[in-house]
């Protein structure tokens, strides 16, 4: 199996089928209300509507520097700004990062083989996560992916008890 498989159905697993660890990002998202992506647990940083948005931003990302861009922090934000509240406003959020993630599994695919394991030109930041090869930048974003959802899993447990 090629890396780009490897990567698809990896992403397309933790995404929509059944990882080994819980439930998909979708699977979780879906149990998500509007009133619940909104609300802010006291003590918590972020709500799962900015969690949300901050995957879509990170995953812009990494398809950006797959298609070549310079590295750096999301053009939309590391943490963007959900703005008001609005129940149409969590259903886009939610599409476009089914969208953003159908957009990359499309170039992993179409990802040149002998350029899987060739570095970026950046020096290592852990912070903006460069200076690792472009599957290792794929299987961090994945990992990315893992652990917000975690994340809006437990913070939909708390508000919702």
């Keep these: 199996m090629s890396i780009a498989e490897k990567l698809s159905k990896e992403l397309e697993?933790?995404?929509q089928g059944d990882p080994w660890y819980g439930s998909s990002v979708y699977t979780i998202l879906e149990q998500v209300t509007f009133e619940t992506a909104f609300e802010?647990?006291?003590g918590?940083?972020?709500n799962i509507a900015g969690i949300v948005l901050h995957m879509l931003s990170w995953t812009e990302e990494v398809l950006d520097r797959m298609n070549g861009m310079t590295a750096g922090l999301p053009s939309s934000g590391d943490w963007p700004d959900h703005g008001t509240p609005t129940e149409e406003k969590w259903q886009n959020y939610v599409n476009d990062l089914k969208l953003v993630n159908?957009?990359?599994l499309a170039a992993i695919r179409a990802f040149p083989a002998e350029q899987w394991n060739e570095p970026f030109l950046d020096e290592?930041?852990?912070e903006l996560g460069t200076g690792v090869t472009f599957e290792?930048?794929?299987r961090g974003l994945i990992q990315h992916h893992i652990y917000h959802s975690g994340q809006v899993a437990i913070l939909t447990r708390i508000i919702n008890g």
Excluded: A, G, Y
């Design 13 to 15: 697993t933790v995404l």
């Design 40 to 42: 802010k647990p006291p």
């Design 44 to 46: 918590s940083i972020h």
């Design 102 to 104: 159908v957009n990359l």
């Design 124 to 126: 290592r930041d852990r």
């Design 136 to 138: 290792e930048l794929v």
